[in-house]
């Protein structure tokens, strides 16, 4: 009788998972603990490639935590992307994603 091994995530598996992104003291930046799991297809530019490169290879059902230096999940900080945005518009940007 053979033992069936867990699912392994791939480079092209679609992930149902909670993740949590915070800046070094501890707060939360983004969180999907609180709501609904995030659904994505690896490969496809949804999440940062390094990001991938860690999820690839662990089994499904994996808790996982992962800790990056600053730069790494997403490059280094460049002022040119940073956007200035009223409250009242990010407000409905966030209402229209809770939407979808």
Known sequence: MSIAQPAVVTQSAYLTLHYRLASLDGADIVSTFNGNPATLMLGQ???APVLEELLIG????THQTFELAPGVGFGPRNPDLIQKVSARDAGRELDAGRRL
């Not at 662990?58 to 059902?61: F, R, T, V």
């Open 45 to 47: 530019g949804q999440l």
């Open 58 to 61: 662990l089994p499904e059902g």
